[in-house]
Nanobody, 126 residues
Framework: QVQLVESGGGLGQAGGSLTLSCAASGRTFSLYAMGWFRQAPGKEREFVAVISQSATRSYYADSVKGRFTIARDNSKKTTDLRMNSLKPDDTAIYYC???????????????????WGQGTQVTVSS
């Protein structure tokens, strides 16, 4: 079992930065690829970024590539999402998720993730 708790959301300005953090419980954090997803009002949940178990690989949605950075610290059982050059379109509830992997791979599909946090609201004003 893995429990995930996000923090760091809030109000940001266009062009500004915010950092989201996700803290995990459990002893097997390093066995999971960690992803960030978001859901804007009236829209489906969408993939944002993912990082592999050992942090050697990461992948980003085109909409955030070059602006967002995902990182993890297995010793602290945390995953962060650094968001720069914020845009109003980044407004959404952001969720971190854990995906049990055995080979260092990762997925961008929400239905493949095993555990989810409760989400944290990010609102970007223009």
């Amino acid at each position: 079992q893995v429990q995930l708790v996000e923090s760091g959301g809030g109000l940001g300005q266009a062009g500004g930065s915010l950092t989201l953090s996700c803290a995990a419980s459990g002893r097997t954090f390093s066995l999971y690829a960690m992803g960030w997803f978001r859901q804007a009002p009236g829209k489906e949940r969408e993939f944002v970024a993912v990082i592999s178990q050992s942090a050697t690989r990461s992948y980003y949605a085109d909409s955030v590539k070059g602006r967002f950075t995902i990182a993890r610290d297995n010793s602290k059982k945390t995953t962060d999402l650094r968001m720069n050059s914020l845009k109003p379109d980044d407004t959404a509830i952001y969720y971190c998720a854990a995906d049990r992997r055995y080979d260092g791979s990762y997925s961008i599909f929400a239905n493949e993730y095993d555990y989810w946090g409760q989400g944290t609201q990010v609102t970007v004003s223009s």
